[in-house]
Nanobody
Framework: HVELVESGGGSVQAGGSAHLSCVAS????????MAWFRQAPGQEREGVGG???????NYAWYAEGRFTVSLDTAKNTLSLQMNDLKPEDTAVYYC???????????????????WGKGTQVTISS
C-alpha cells in the first residue's frame, strides 16, 4: 500500500508563490507516476501536472509556464512549485500515485490508485 503525505500550502497573496511537497512511502516498484490534482469548492477535481519515472512531465494548460512539477525518485518526493498565483488557483491540492499511469494521464479524467489527504491553498486578491 502506498501512502502519500502532502505538505506546504496555506494562504498566499495573488502574484505570490507556493511550494507543495508530497512524500510517498510503500512503493513496490521503481516505475510509477505521481501527479498533482486540485479541487475547488463546487467544482470537479482536475489534474494540475504529473511526472513519471520515465521522465515524462505533463501540465494542465493553466499550469504551463507558472507551475513546475518535479520528482525526486531517491526521496520518493513529488514537488509542485507554483508562481504567479491567482485567486482561481484556490483549491485543495492532492497528490496521487499510480503504477500504471503515465504523465500523459495526469491530466484529464483518469483515476489514480493512491491519494493523499490534500492540502489547502488559498489565494487572496
Amino acid at each position: 500500500h502506498v501512502e502519500l503525505v502532502e505538505s506546504g500550502g496555506g494562504s498566499v497573496q495573488a502574484g505570490g508563490s507556493a511550494h507543495l511537497s508530497c512524500v510517498a512511502s510503500g512503493f513496490t516498484s521503481s516505475r510509477y507516476c505521481m501527479a498533482w490534482f486540485r479541487q475547488a469548492p463546487g467544482q470537479e477535481r482536475e489534474g494540475v501536472g504529473g511526472v513519471d519515472t520515465e521522465g515524462r512531465i505533463n501540465y494542465a494548460w493553466y499550469a504551463e509556464g507558472r507551475f513546475t512539477v518535479s520528482l525526486d525518485t531517491a526521496k520518493n518526493t513529488l514537488s509542485l512549485q507554483m508562481n504567479d498565483l491567482k485567486p482561481e488557483d484556490t483549491a485543495v491540492y492532492y497528490c496521487a500515485a499510480d503504477y500504471t499511469r503515465t504523465a500523459v494521464q495526469a491530466i484529464g479524467n483518469w483515476d489514480f490508485d493512491y491519494w493523499g489527504k490534500g492540502t489547502q491553498v488559498t489565494i487572496s486578491s
